[in-house]
């Protein structure tokens, strides 16, 4: 299901394609913790935002993952300002806040990462409240953002303490917009930027972390072949574009 909101002329898509029948998601997945019992309404402990102009009933975009969506003439500063105060911290952990987003755990399950991102549009904010199961082993660090609308391929593996994980960016149009907004999610989460590059073929970034700046990350984006060309007149080749994400001591190396 997609449903599409019209702003002065502006159309603003929101996926909410998750349908959650009789407990069972997509291919008979089983949804549990947050992700159990939605049915049209939000994870328990992360509210509605109250002054709203148009907004979605909840939803989500596939196994693992949901995104609510809503606009309001408030200023991202007081959104992001009602989440700080209304999030239940009995069960999210929230790891930053900054100018547009906030980053937070879900505790019982830390893997799963969530946030607030906020874009203004005029007298317009535009509001994206999200959570994925990023299937984050033990000991990956707790203040390590996640990303909207990307998905875990297979599990990160630990190389001599670097944590190496690998995000689908399928839901993402430019690659170059994701490394962009996910290095505002960094700053916000209070980790220093300390390279960027989103105008090449491959953008990429690194940053560190102030509270631990032995602690680094590296982030580079490639298109990769999924299935190879047939032969055909017609060019037929599947890929997909992937995000590498580094994360430990001298990650940025």
Not at 147 to 174: C, F, K
Request: aromatic share 10%.
């Amino acid at each position: 299901m997609r449903s599409v909101l019209f702003v002065g002329g502006l159309s603003f898509a929101i996926a909410v394609a998750y349908v959650v029948l009789a407990g069972l998601g997509p291919g008979g997945y089983v949804a549990a913790g947050p992700f159990a019992n939605l049915h049209g309404g939000l994870p328990s402990g992360l509210p509605a935002y109250l002054r709203q102009v148009q907004g979605t009933r909840g939803g989500g975009s596939g196994e693992g993952t949901f995104e609510w969506n809503a606009e309001t003439p408030d200023a991202p500063n007081t959104v992001l300002r009602f989440y700080e105060q209304n999030i239940d911290q009995k069960i999210w952990a929230i790891t930053g806040s900054g100018e547009t987003t906030m980053s937070f755990y879900y505790r019982s399950s830390p893997g799963i990462r969530g946030g607030v991102h906020t874009l203004e549009n005029g007298r317009t904010t535009f509001i994206s409240l999200w959570m994925t199961d990023l299937k984050l082993p033990a000991g990956y660090p707790l203040n390590f953002p996640g990303a909207e609308r990307v998905r875990p391929i297979g599990v990160p593996t630990n190389e001599a303490g670097v944590y190496v994980a690998r995000w689908e960016l399928s839901g993402i149009g430019d690659p170059s917009r994701f490394v962009t907004d996910f290095a505002q999610t960094l700053k916000d989460a209070e980790w220093d930027v300390t390279a960027l590059t989103a105008t090449s073929r491959e953008p990429s970034l690194q940053c560190r972390s102030r509270s631990s700046p032995l602690i680094t990350c590296s982030l580079r984006t490639q298109y990769e072949i999924v299935k190879p060309s047939t032969g055909g007149v017609v060019y037929d080749a599947v890929g997909r574009y992937v995000a590498t994400v580094r994360v430990g001591r001298d990650a940025d190396r």
